[in-house]
């Protein structure tokens, strides 16, 4: 029996829904679909090794646009935000009644074998590099390669 796919496309540095994208993927994975992330734009954020702001990337708007996004502490909630503190107040609540942080998740996907893939259009545009990418990425592709990998299974955008 072939295995069942699913393809999430990471397009919003938003921590409520990176935290669904990765409750997806780790659901679908735990029931031995063969998932795919696709990290586009702002969704790059929960993929930089530097959590925080940094200023990388080539040229000064790309270190501008990098400072900015900042990293995965720094993603904000897409509703109710309070100056950035929600994230910290939602983690805490994750915590207290025994569901997944985004952080476990993250860990769960890699050891779930979750294949996480970076946009290459969106890596040009920003100026990152592959090395400024969490280790598990092993692909950067362009899109037409993405859906190609993708085909017979469901893609859905977060």
Known sequence: MERKKLSIVCFSGD?????AAFTLATGAAAVNWEV?????FWGLNVLKKK???????????????????GGK????????NFGGASPALMTGMMKKNNVA???ELIVAAKELGIDFVACEMAM???????DDL????QNVVGVATFLDASKDGHIIFI
Do not use: E
């Open 36 to 40: 795919k992330m696709f990290f586009t």
């Open 51 to 69: 959590t925080g702001r940094a200023w990388i990337g080539s040229g000064v708007l790309a270190k501008v646009f990098n400072f900015l996004m």
């Open 124 to 130: 040009h545009i920003l100026g990152i590099k592959k």
């Open 101 to 103: 942080t985004l952080d």
């Open 73 to 80: 502490r720094n993603l904000p909630l897409s509703r109710l």
């Open 134 to 137: 969490d280790d598990h990425v």
């Open 15 to 19: 921590f409520d829904k990176a935290l």
